[in-house]
Structures are given as structure tokens and as C-alpha cells.
């Protein structure tokens, strides 16, 4: 049924039937909210299927005025190419106003990494456990890293995680990724030790404390774990063995893509690990792995 709001309308469509997740659709609906707001005080327009693209270009321009980076703004166009063309479909709108409007060009940022010897040093015995007050927290952060780091999976991925998607005698692990793309990712045999000691100790939880109990990794609450609670102990922790100024969970991802194709992994298996939809996401890897080379080469060869 459709409503009198494009808006709602639209991001009805993304959450029923293309099943984007929650951090998604607050996404498009930040930018569509602003560009509304922007059309509403600057062209005194009503609709969000209204403006055409002198003022789609207009808004883009004061954006790169403003301090809006080229990733965002792109983000943002993004966000507006695929509200058109969902209302274009629908017949909502007679012509697509995103046609004649171009993208900013941006420099191509590569992924940030951890060094494997500074991998190493988080991954010594008991590092993690001796810093966490609580025993249970030690081993729940640990597996946190562990498993970012040794799977490759997006933090949504993780935290979402199911007892039931680990396979311990299989050794793997079965991931929900973005459009709800399953995929099949080994893991080694201590992190399967890993996750069979901590089991263990999640079994002290009582199951009246479990909302969810079917999710692998909780908090010694019983709850799910928060998004903020897995970023802020990877940023301790890496912080501890790194100076590289991003320390998120993804950097982990980043790190697991980058020490693979340095070992000499195939692109196409890493792309499939990673769960990308196309190879060009993966690629940007190989720069990482081209400058590792030509240090080898400086540093090795007698007349470089």
C-alpha cells in the first residue's frame, strides 16, 4: 500500500523486500532527512519527488562548499540515485532528475592494516585475559579478536552471530552478510579451541539472563553484544600494539585481506571470504601487497 510519504515508502521497500539491515536504512535516511530539509528551507518544496537536477546539483555543490568529504558526498548521491529510481518504477515520478548529475571524484583511500608481527604481539599468551578484570570478559574479548581478525567478518556479522552458524567438527563458521548472502569461512583449530572453552563458560550464565540465547557471543549479562562494547575494546587493544590512527574492527578486516594475498592467497578466494559482491572490492588489497614487494626489492636487490 502506498503512503503519502516517499520517504516511508521507500524505506518500507528497503527493510521488507531488499532486507537491508538497520545501520542501512539509518543511513539512507540520514541523507534523504537532509536533503529534504535542504529543499525545504532553500526552494520551499514540499516533496522529496519534487526537485529536479539543477537543485540536486545545487545541493551538491553546497555540500563540497561545506566540509563534507567526497566519500560522504558520494554516499549521499548514492542514497538519492536509488530513491529516484525506486519512485521512477513505481510511476511516482516521470523522469529520473539523477541522470545528468555526476559524482565528485575522490582519491582512492587504501585500506588501513596491522602489521603481522604487531598481530602477534596481541595474540601472545594471556595479553588480553591479564588486562580484562573479569576472567569471563578476558576470554570474550579475546574470541572478539580472534575472530575479526582470523574469519575476516564485518562487526554487524559478528555480533550477530549464531551458536548454531559454528560448525566446531566441520571447522567453520556460516556468515549472513549484507543482502543477506550467506557464505562458508574455515577457521583454524585454535580458534575452534577458542570458541569451545568459551561455550563453556557461557554456560554459567543463566538462561533466565539470556533475551537471546541463541546469539554465540554475550556479554556476562546474558545480553547481545553492542556495537560500542566491540569497537571500544579493539580500539584498546590495538592500541596497544599499533600507531596506525585507525584502530576500528574493520581495520581487523582489513588486516585478515591484507596478511591472506601477502601469503599468497588467491584474490578470488579472499573475495569470496570476504563476502564482497564483486572483485573490484577486493582489489584495492593488492596495493598494499605491490608496496610490501618493492621494499623487498629495494632492500634486496644490489643496484635498487
Not at 268 to 292: F, M, R
Request: glycine share 4%; hydrophobic share 35%.
Amino acid at each position: 500500500m502506498v503512503s503519502a510519504d516517499p520517504l516511508d515508502d521507500f524505506l518500507n521497500y528497503l527493510a521488507h523486500e531488499k532486507r537491508y539491515s538497520p545501520h542501512t536504512l539509518t543511513a539512507y535516511r540520514t541523507d534523504l532527512i537532509e536533503f529534504r530539509d535542504y529543499i525545504a528551507v532553500q526552494y520551499q518544496l514540499d516533496s522529496l519527488t519534487d526537485p529536479n537536477f539543477q537543485i540536486i546539483r545545487s545541493w551538491i555543490a553546497a555540500l563540497m562548499d561545506g566540509e563534507t568529504t567526497p566519500r560522504s558526498i558520494n554516499r549521499k548521491i548514492s542514497s538519492l540515485r536509488t530513491f529516484f529510481r525506486f519512485h521512477l518504477r513505481e510511476g511516482r515520478i516521470k523522469a529520473n532528475p539523477m541522470l545528468k548529475v555526476q559524482s565528485p571524484k575522490m582519491s582512492k583511500r587504501l585500506p588501513v592494516f596491522v602489521d603481522e608481527k604487531h598481530m602477534d604481539t596481541l595474540h601472545s599468551a594471556g595479553m588480553i585475559e591479564e588486562s580484562e578484570t573479569d576472567p569471563y570478559d578476558g576470554m570474550l574479548v579475546r574470541l572478539i579478536i580472534e575472530m575479526l581478525y582470523g574469519t575476516g567478518m564485518r562487526l554487524a556479522e559478528l555480533v550477530n552471530l549464531k551458536t548454531e552458524d559454528v560448525n566446531l567438527s566441520g571447522g567453520t563458521v556460516k556468515v549472513l552478510g549484507k543482502r543477506n548472502k550467506e557464505r562458508i569461512i574455515p577457521i583454524t583449530a585454535e580458534l575452534k579451541q577458542l570458541i569451545r572453552s568459551y561455550i563453556t563458560v557461557r554456560q554459567q550464565i543463566p538462561s533466565e539472563n539470556m533475551p537471546e540465547p541463541e546469539i554465540l557471543l554475550l556479554r556476562k549479562n546474558g545480553k547481545k553484544l553492542g556495537r560500542s562494547f566491540v569497537y571500544g575494546r579493539v580500539n584498546y587493544y590495538l592500541s596497544q600494539v599499533t600507531t596506525i590512527d585507525k584502530k576500528s574492527p574493520h581495520v581487523l578486516r582489513h588486516t585478515f585481506a591484507t596478511h591472506m594475498l601477502n601469503n599468497g592467497a588467491d584474490l578470488n578466494a579472499i573475495k569470496e571470504l570476504l563476502g564482497h559482491a564483486n572483485l573490484s572490492a577486493t582489489q584495492v588489497y593488492t596495493h598494499n601487497t605491490v608496496d610490501k614487494l618493492k621494499a623487498i626489492y629495494h632492500k634486496a636487490h644490489p643496484r635498487a
